[in-house]
């Protein structure tokens, strides 16, 4: 469509189709069948939360290169703790063809959260600021190698399809104990919070935002992660919470 104004020519091609959809028309077809990890210790990415990552290590950076020429997409995800844990070469290292290095690298939990670069930032020595968006959570399959010195995973994102819907807009949880349980977890530990900010996000938000930001270790993160539903997620915290920091115990880690 083009439209002429004065002596300019304003071009409008509003009806050139996308590269790369638009976050709420992602559906299942747009997740690719590999994807490049990122993992992260105590690290939390929800969908719909918005993590911003500082990448400075060259193959991390080739990650970001690698996701911005093709789905902006990468999976975040979590190492599993290596306290009691055979750290070498997992069992099918040999099979997805790992190289000699992968002996240094530490096994991951079984699912993680695929997010979207939103906003990137380069910086003048060639390191980048990213925001990474949450879309879906995906359950890996299996690695399949390094590329350019990253990890890349097979991964299925169809068990967590309501991922991709819209927030509930009705959620069963307790918002004011929540929110009174992190007032006194926030005292106990000497950390501040934004107050104003917290008491008015919808309920979707409020369980999106709190168990990314809240100062828990890896495998009380992944049970968040891996709560089936807001209101599940919603009870985790609100156990860690009363536990005063008290985490759960290792052994009875997520997947």
Do not use: K
């Not at 990448?55 to 991390?60: A, D």
């Not at 104990?177 to 106990?188: M, R, S, T, V």
């Amino acid at each position: 469509m083009t439209r002429h104004a004065g002596r300019g020519t304003v071009i409008i091609m509003d009806d050139i189709p996308r590269h790369i959809p638009q976050i709420g028309d992602m559906t299942l077809a747009d997740f690719p069948a590999e994807l490049g990890l990122f993992p992260l210790d105590e690290a939390l990415l929800l969908p719909q939360g918005r993590l911003p990552l500082n990448v400075f290590e060259p193959r991390y950076i080739a990650l970001v290169e690698d996701a911005l020429a093709t789905s902006r997409l990468i999976g975040m995800i979590q190492p599993r703790p290596l306290e009691g844990m055979d750290a070498s070469i997992p069992p099918d290292a040999e099979e997805a063809g790992m190289d000699d290095g992968y002996s240094t690298t530490p096994p991951l939990y079984g699912i993680g959260c695929i997010g979207r670069i939103t906003t990137m930032t380069e910086r003048e020595d060639g390191t980048y600021a990213i925001t990474l968006t949450g879309i879906a959570r995906f359950r890996l399959l299996r690695e399949t190698g390094l590329r350019r010195g990253y990890r890349v995973a097979r991964v299925d994102a169809s068990s967590f399809v309501s991922d991709l819907t819209d927030s509930e807009d009705d959620i069963p949880f307790d918002r004011e104990g929540l929110l009174n349980a992190l007032h006194d977890f926030c005292e106990a530990q000497g950390v501040s919070t934004q107050w104003d900010a917290l008491r008015q996000m919808d309920d979707a938000a409020l369980l999106v935002t709190l168990p990314m930001i809240c100062p828990f270790g890896t495998a009380p993160r992944q049970m968040m992660l891996e709560a089936p539903t807001p209101a599940a997620r919603a009870q985790i915290l609100r156990s860690l919470l009363d536990g005063t920091g008290q985490e759960p115990d290792e052994g009875a880690s997520p997947s």
